[in-house]
């Protein structure tokens, strides 16, 4: 079985949607499945074809070039199509869907943050360009099996009576473990906490809400960020984070992005999420893999995932006080259990995809 992943961006990108493609991918190879890539060039650095993990990852040109690209790709490729898979719900969907329709393959699509796909079929934006983009994406929607990620997604997609979906949570590989040296966070004994946040840095992920708590917080305590990509972008998040490494000094740690982040999961105690909205995310998930509790703000996914987990070491913080709070007396510590449900364990996720890969093509 032969599977198109489209997406926007991969690797070396490495934002959430990303790395749960690559993670996805080299799962499903070991089941049998042999997956592709096909994704945007976002860099001249960047070759237009290679193999990434003995996976064939195919780059086009950004922008309506990368459109026409896709949809010939799909086209020429087809009789190496079996399914098309696009990580997301625009208009490169959109032309899967169209691509899915001439070559005859099932369409799946990722609702990955939930709130999105009012905004496409509903705008809040005037003008022909969002009613045009509205009509689009729903014809796409109607001819595609959609993945809700969480049931937050799942009350969307019913709220727009959409009813071929499946729900299929990310999944994270347990591997990560072996590399982790967790006997050493085990043994060290020292004055001070490490928290640590791991991923864009961008409004979405409220650092400068983080930023803000950690710096009012009167303790000896340790703040660690993660970006994610080299290529990303600078953004004010970046300068904000310069400002507050000259008040906090030491206590406030950036480090080069690493993939995977091993340097990250050695150094910290405790992982700090601060999203305002997020679909399921990977980097909660893979703390957790590693036994290393969890503080997340009140938002519909980290809320899933504590109650999924029902346990004492993912607090969730209803207000910047109490996360202030939490910086000066936290007294959470490595878990001894395990975290993480079998449910996010990758090599479950992949076999819910393979299993409706397999559904659909009959």
């Known amino acids: 079985m032969q599977v198109k992943m489209v997406l926007n961006r991969y690797y070396p990108m490495i934002g959430g949607a990303e790395r749960q493609a690559r993670i996805l991918s080299l799962e499903l190879l070991k089941q049998g499945v042999t997956p592709s890539i ?15 993990d003995g996976i064939k990852v195919t780059r086009y040109s950004s922008g309506v070039m990368f459109y026409c690209m896709l949809f010939i790709a799909l086209i020429k490729d087809r009789n190496n199509v079996d399914v098309i898979h696009c990580h997301n719900i625009s208009i490169t969907s959109f032309v899967c869907s169209l691509a899915s329709l001439f070559i005859r393959c099932p369409l799946v699509l990722k609702l990955t943050v939930a709130g999105e796909l009012t905004e496409l079929l509903e705008p809040t934006l005037k003008g022909l360009k969002p009613r045009l983009k509205s009509i689009l994406i729903k014809y796409t929607v109607k001819r595609a099996t959609i993945i809700a990620l969480t049931q937050e997604g799942i ?6 009576k959409i009813s071929a979906y499946t729900h299929i949570p990310n999944g994270v590989s347990l591997e990560l473990r072996d590399l982790v040296v967790q006997s050493n966070k085990l043994q060290k004994i020292k004055s001070y906490r490490t928290f640590g946040f791991l991923g864009r840095f961008s409004a979405q992920k409220g650092i400068e809400v983080l930023l803000k708590a950690f ?38 740690v950036v480090l080069e992005p690493e993939n995977p982040p091993l340097k990250f999961y050695n150094m910290i105690d405790c992982f700090v999420s601060t999203s305002k909205f997020e679909g399921m995310p990977n980097c909660v998930l893979e703390a957790l893999s590693l036994n290393i509790p969890c503080v997340l703000s009140p938002i519909p996914p980290h809320k899933e995932i504590s109650d999924s987990c029902n346990a004492p070491e993912i607090k969730i913080y209803k207000t910047n006080e109490e996360l202030i709070s939490i910086f000066e007396h936290s007294d959470l510590v490595l878990s001894e259990n395990e975290l993480l449900p079998e449910k996010y364990n990758i090599e479950n996720v992949a076999y819910k995809y393979k299993f409706l890969y397999e559904q659909l093509i009959g």
Do not use: P, Y
């Open 155 to 160: 009350k969307e997609l019913e709220a727009h």
């Open 215 to 252: 710096s009012q917080s009167i303790t000896e305590n340790k703040l660690i960020l993660m970006g994610s990509s080299h290529l990303q972008e600078s953004t004010v998040i970046d300068e904000e984070i310069l400002k507050f490494k000259k008040l906090l000094g030491d206590r406030l």
């Open 38 to 52: 096909i994704t945007q060039k976002h860099d001249s650095k960047l070759l237009s074809t290679e193999l990434i």
